[in-house]
Structure formats: C-alpha cells, structure tokens
C-alpha cells in the first residue's frame, strides 16, 4: 500500500543514514547521497499525497538527525503493475495521470513507461510517447511553474496528512520489528494481506481495470513486442483476469436476450462484458417474443452448453421461467441469469449481478464451457 511504501522506504533511508554516518560521513552529507524512488499510479490524489508525506517524514528524520535543510530527492516511475497487456494504449492514460500527479507531488524526476511495456520490450513509438508525456505536462500543462500545485487544498492536505502520520507509525513498527529479530517476515504478511485486498476488489470488479475487466475487447490484436524477462517477475493487478483471456474460451455462450432491444440490452451489455473480461464471446439471440422463439434462435446458433438470460425484471417476471424451460428442454446444462437468482421464477445454476466475484464466476463458466 501507499503508507507500507512509505514506512519501508522510511526505514530504509534510516538504514543507509546509519550505515554513512558510521563510515564516517556527516548526517548531512550522507543524507546528500541518498535518492528515493516511489511509484506513481493512476490513482493521482493518493500519489500526490504519497510524495508529499514523504518529503514531511524525511524532513522529520533528518531534523532529528541533525542534517536539516538537506531536501529529499525523489525519482518517481509510473507503477508497472498498473499497466495492462490487454488494451495496452489505455495505458497512455494511467501513465499521463501517474506523470501528472508525480510532478503536481513534487518529484525531482519522473520516468514513465512506455504504454506498450506489458507486452514485452517497448518500441520506438511507445518510448516516444513515454517521453512525450512530460514534454505535454511541463510545457503545455506548466506542471512546473509552480512550487507546491496541490498546496491549500483542503482534501489534499488532509491526505497528506493522514498519510504522513500513517506512514511514520508503519516506519516506528518496522523499526521494532528488525530491533527486536532482524525479521521481516510480519511485514510481508501485511504486504500480503493488502495484496489479497486489492486482488478481492479487483476480481468483484470495485477496482475496474479499462481494457481488462472493464469494457473487454475480444476483437482486438495486441502489439507484438520482443519477449520482456522482467516482465516475467511482475504481477500486474489484473494477471488473473489476463490469464482468462490468454487462453479465450473456443465455445460461445447462448446470450438468450428476453423481449425488445430496449427491453434486454442493459443486462445484455452487462452480461457481454463480463463474459468478456474471461475471454467468453456470445451469441446473441436479438429481440424475441416468447419462449418458443428464444428456443428456436438457440437450437440455430447450435445450442452451446452454456445459456445467460438477460432481461428486465418485467419479462423475467411475465416469461422467464417458460424461457428457461424452453431453454433446458432444447439442450442447454447451464443456465446463468443476469441480475438476482430470484429475479425468476425457476431454477438458475448461476446468477450474474454488480458485486459479483467476476473471477470466480468466468472460472465456473468456462469449466461449464469446457
């Protein structure tokens, strides 16, 4: 997390501070040595509250230090797990917002990666928008015309200061913890912890990924790039969704829309993007009257194992549960609904809503696709 970042790179500084001083170095000549390096998001106003937490906290450390007025030196890099292998030129835009926000927070220097870095070694296109990016912030945008962009904000301010005090407590406990048996194992567990957190979120989709998890696009064709080993070691927040769609599903499911256009097409578009985001297309039946119709219209499109009915309430109501029956009688094994299991009134093997673990609901779909 942004605060375990903080208290880490804290105590290590202390660290480097420590080992400088007992080599012989002044507290401010040592602390003259050494450079930060944070990452930078998409997510603009934690970041910005992050680089300029840190400037407080090293401040305080070198106050009681004895090396006052030494300014910290921060490198900030836009985060390489942010990025995403699927639609990778949205990345363009993480990667602007992460630049954005590490200058507005104070960073001496900002590096950020190409848009096309997740999908092996960048070429020439993709480093040159990287550099541009800058260019378009400080020139255009006069990012660096002023001293502190974000200072006098009221909610910047507070989350910075919220983070300060958060990130010092996170310093002090790693303090103990290596005082105590030099053991950094309780740490990695709070890494982990707030890894699965961010994971959780991710699969139920209330951390959307645009291109991934959001707004899929089973259509298009990824920039080949030469094989990137670093890439090997990095887990990007939406690996798990990415290995659905490195391996896309070769059987479509029957999208058995009730009713109208007008009817159906909000749950069929919410249907079509998650199945989606796992690599699933579909089929889709279009308008349709009854149940005998929707049957016949899944019988020629070759009557998949897999059926998602998406409707309004009203005809899942008026008709759902003969669509079902239609629907099971003509072959179909698997019968999702999209919205609430009791929207219907018939037997559903699965149920498709806002809040959905996305993850664990493409997974089962596609073993039933299989």
């Not at 983070?163 to 103990?176: D, L």
């Amino acid at each position: 997390s942004d605060v375990q970042e903080l208290g880490w790179s804290i105590a290590v500084g202390v660290a480097y501070l420590r080992a400088l001083t007992e080599a012989g170095f002044s507290p401010a000549v040592a602390a003259s040595l050494i450079e930060f390096r944070f990452a930078a998001t998409d997510e603009q106003f934690p970041t910005i509250a992050k680089l300029r937490a840190a400037r407080q906290l090293w401040a305080r450390v070198l106050e009681l230090s004895g090396a006052e007025g030494v300014e910290m030196r921060i490198h900030a890099v836009s985060s390489r797990p942010m990025l995403s292998k699927y639609d990778p030129y949205v990345n363009m835009l993480r990667g602007t917002v992460a630049a954005f926000a590490a200058g507005v927070g104070g960073a001496d220097a900002v590096t950020v990666l190409p848009f096309d870095s997740a999908n092996g070694v960048p070429d020439g296109f993709g480093r040159r928008i990287a550099r541009n990016v800058s260019h378009l912030l400080i020139d255009e945008s006069h990012v660096a015309a002023v001293a502190d962009p974000a200072g006098g904000s009221f909610a910047v301010e507070q989350l910075t200061a919220d983070m300060a005090a958060a990130g010092w407590e996170a310093f002090i406990h790693i303090e103990e913890e290596w005082e105590q048996g030099r053991d950094f194992s309780p740490f990695r567990d709070r890494i982990a912890a707030v890894s699965a957190e961010r994971e959780k979120a991710i699969a139920r989709r209330r951390r959307p990924i645009t291109g991934l998890t959001e707004f899929p696009n089973l259509a298009e064709t990824l920039p080949e790039r030469p094989v990137d080993p670093l890439n090997e070691r990095v887990v990007r927040y939406g690996a798990s969704f990415e290995a659905l769609r490195d391996a896309p599903a070769t059987t479509k499911v029957f999208l058995a829309t009730l009713g109208t256009v007008a009817q159906h097409t909000a749950r069929a578009t919410f249907a079509t993007n998650l199945l989606a985001a796992g690599g699933i297309g579909v089929e889709v039946a279009g308008a349709t009257s009854d149940a005998e119709d929707i049957a016949g219209k899944y019988r020629a499109a070759g009557a998949p194992p897999v059926v998602c009915l998406a409707g309004s309430d009203k005809t899942y109501a008026e008709w759902g549960a003969a669509a079902i029956a239609a629907l099971r009688e003509a072959g179909a094994t698997h019968v999702i609904i999209a919205g609430k299991p009791d929207a219907v009134d018939a037997e559903v093997d699965d149920a498709a809503s806002m809040g959905v673990d996305a993850l664990a609901f493409l997974t089962a779909t596609r073993e039933k696709l299989a």
